[in-house]
C-alpha cells in the first residue's frame, strides 16, 4: 500500500546522510521532497502543510542542530509526525459496563463491510468475547446470505430474520438483534448496515435511524483504503449523518498510494481502530499509529510479527525442536515443519514487510512465487518415513518415484535435497559455534576469522623450546619462577582461565 511513498521518503532522506551539520536550504530541500511524496500518495492538502509545518519547526530547532547525527534526527520527526497524524496511540474498543455492547458498521457500498463484519467477530471471538452477527443490510441483493455465510466461516451466531433483497424492515432488525443478543447471553452485538454508491441521502438517514434505535457504543465507519483524496468528502459526510467514533481501513494490501489513511484521522478527529490487511478472515487487527509509522519509513514492525509468531506458533514445541536441531538432528520432516509454520504467519510479502530494511528488496520479495512453498511441501510428502528421516537414501531411482508423487521434475526433487543439505550443514556448523557458512564466525568460538570453505594451511612442525641465554634467567626459568606466584602468564589465576573471577556487569549478561 506505501510502496510509493516510501520510497519518494527514503530518496528524500538521502541526500541528508554525511551532513555534519544542517543549513536552511537543507531542510528546506528535504521539506520539498516529503511535500511531492504525501501530496504524490493522495494525502489531503490541509494534513500536508500541517505537517510539513511541524517538521520545519522541529527541523530548526535545537533538537537537530544539537544531533550527532542530524539526518537520523530528521527522520525521527518524521516518524513523530507520522505517528500524530495517524492518531498517536492505539484506540480500543470501548466496551458497555452493561452488556451486549452494540457496535455498528457504516460505510459506503463496496468497502467491505460484509467481510469485515465477520474478520470483528473472529478477532473479538480472540478477545474471549461472544460476539453476534446482525444482518440489517436488507438493500443489496444477497447482502444477508453474504453475511451468513461469513459468520459462518467465522464461527459467529448471526441473526438474520429478514432475506434482504429490498425485503424488510432494517430498524426493526437490529432492534430485534439487540433484543436477541440480550436473550441469548451474547456480550457483544456487530450490526451490518446497508452500504451507499455515493451520500445517498434517503440510506444515510436510514443509518442515522438505525443508531437512534440501538444507541451504540461503537460506530465504526469502514473505508477503502484506496478511495484516494475523496476519502475526505467521503468521511466528512458520514460523520455529519452518522457521527461515527471510529474508522476501519480495508484494503490495505492493495497497491494504491494509502493517501486516505494519512488523511482521515485528521479531517475527522477519529482514530483509526482497525485496518484489513487481506482477504482472509484473519487477515485484521487493531491498527497501531506507531507500527504503521514505522512500516512507512521502512524501519518494520518486529512487535505485530511477534505477535502473529505467538499466535500462529506453539512457541514451546518450537524451541525444543530448535534445539534439537542445532544439536544436529535436522529431517524432512523438520523442515516440513517450519514451511507450514512460515504459511501460517501470511505471505512472504507480508512477513518480509516488517522486516526493518527489506524495503530495498521489495522486488525480490513481490516477485517471489509463494506456490513454491507447497511444491517443496509436495515433494517432502512424496517421500517414505524413512527417506524423511534420513535423506541419504534417496537415490536416482527414488528421485524419479518422488518427483512422480508430487507432479514435480527430477530436478525439483535435486534442489530441495541439496538445499536440506546445505541447511543442516549450517546448523552443525552453527551448533559448533563456527557461526553461517560463507560468514566469518562468532568471535571467541571455533574458526574464527577463518572463511568456511577455505582451505586451511597445513600446520607446521612445531619448533622445541626455545631457551634464555641469560644464564640466570634460564635458571629462573627452569625453576618455574618467571610467572608471577599464584598467577598464569595472561593474568588468570594458577587454576586456569575457569577460576577468573568476571565483573559483575559481564556476569549479568551470561
Known amino acids: 500500500?506505501?510502496?510509493t511513498l516510501q520510497d519518494r521518503l527514503q530518496s528524500a532522506f538521502k541526500s541528508l546522510r554525511g551532513k555534519g551539520r544542517l543549513s536552511e536550504a537543507d531542510i528546506d530541500a528535504v521539506a520539498r521532497e516529503i511535500r511531492v511524496a504525501l501530496l504524490d500518495a493522495d494525502v489531503a492538502?490541509?494534513?500536508?502543510?500541517?505537517f510539513i509545518a511541524n517538521v520545519k519547526e522541529r527541523a530548526r530547532g535545537s533538537e537537530?542542530?544539537?544531533?550527532?547525527?542530524?539526518?537520523?534526527?530528521v527522520i525521527k520527526i518524521v516518524n513523530d509526525e507520522l505517528v500524530t497524524i495517524l492518531g498517536g496511540e492505539t484506540r480500543r474498543i470501548q466496551y458497555a459496563k452493561n452488556p451486549p455492547t452494540v457496535i455498528m458498521l457504516a460505510g459506503l457500498q463496496g468497502a467491505g463491510k460484509t467481510t469485515l463484519a465477520g474478520k470483528l467477530g473472529l478477532w473479538l471471538k480472540g478477545q474471549g468475547k461472544s460476539p453476534m452477527l446482525v444482518a440489517a443490510d436488507l438493500q443489496r441483493p444477497n447482502a444477508v446470505n453474504q453475511l451468513q455465510v461469513v459468520g459462518g466461516q467465522a464461527g459467529v451466531t448471526v441473526f438474520a430474520p429478514e432475506p434482504g433483497n429490498g425485503i424488510g424492515d432494517p430498524v426493526k432488525v437490529a432492534t430485534d438483534g439487540l433484543?436477541?443478543?440480550?436473550?441469548?447471553l451474547h456480550d457483544v452485538v456487530i450490526v451490518d448496515t446497508a452500504g451507499r454508491l455515493g451520500i445517498d441521502a434517503e440510506l444515510m438517514q436510514q443509518a442515522a435511524d438505525i443508531r437512534a434505535a440501538v444507541d451504540p457504543d461503537e460506530v465504526l465507519f469502514v473505508i477503502d483504503a484506496m478511495i484516494g483524496q475523496d476519502a475526505v468528502v467521503t468521511a466528512e459526510a458520514f460523520l455529519e449523518g452518522v457521527d461515527f467514533t471510529g474508522v476501519v481501513l480495508t484494503k490495505l494490501d492493495g497497491d494504491?498510494?494509502?493517501g486516505a489513511a494519512l488523511s482521515v484521522r485528521s479531517i475527522t478527529g477519529r482514530p483509526i481502530m482497525f485496518a484489513s490487511t487481506g482477504e482472509k478472515l484473519t487477515d485484521f487487527d487493531a491498527f497501531h499509529p506507531d507500527r504503521m509509522a514505522s512500516r512507512i519509513l521502512d524501519m518494520g514492525d518486529m512487535l505485530t510479527l511477534i505477535e502473529q509468531a505467538e499466535k500462529a506458533l506453539d512457541t514451546e514445541q518450537a524451541a525444543k525442536d530448535a534445539e534439537r536441531m542445532l544439536g544436529g538432528r535436522f529431517t524432512m520432516d523438520d523442515l516440513l515443519t517450519q514451511l507450514e509454520g512460515i504459511a501460517k504467519l501470511g505471505s512472504m510479502s507480508k512477513i518480509m514487510g516488517m522486516i526493518p530494511g527489506m524495503g530495498q528488496y521489495k522486488d525480490q520479495i513481490n516477485n517471489f512465487d509463494e506456490r513454491e512453498f507447497d511444491r517443496i511441501k509436495a515433494i517432502i510428502k512424496s517421500m517414505t518415513p524413512a527417506e524423511r528421516d534420513n535423506p541419504k537414501l534417496i537415490d536416482g531411482s527414488r528421485r524419479t518415484r518422488i518427483s512422480k508423487g508430487s507432479g514435480t521434475q527430477v530436478k525439483d526433487v535435486n534442489n530441495v535435497v541439496d538445499q536440506f543439505f546445505a541447511m543442516r550443514k549450517m546448523m552443525q556448523q552453527m551448533s559448533k559455534g563456527g557461526g553461517m557458512p560463507g560468514m566469518p564466525g562468532i568471535p571467541g568460538m571455533p574458526g574464527v576469522g577463518k572463511r568456511a570453505g577455505a582451505k586451511q594451511k597445513p600446520q607446521q612442525k612445531k619448533k622445541g623450546k626455545r631457551v634464555s641465554g641469560n644464564p640466570a634467567k634460564r635458571a629462573a626459568e627452569a625453576a618455574g619462577t618467571t610467572k608471577q606466584d599464584g598467577a598464569s602468564a595472561f593474568g588468570f589465576p594458577a587454576g586456569g582461565a575457569d577460576e577468573f573471577e568476571l565483573p559483575k556487569e559481564l556476569k549479568d549478561l551470561l
Open 256 to 258: 494504491a498510494r494509502g
Open 1 to 3: 500500500m506505501f510502496d
Open 45 to 50: 492538502v490541509p494534513v500536508v502543510r500541517d
Open 64 to 73: 537537530v542542530s544539537q544531533a550527532l547525527n542530524p539526518a537520523q534526527q
Open 179 to 184: 433484543a436477541e443478543a440480550r436473550r441469548t
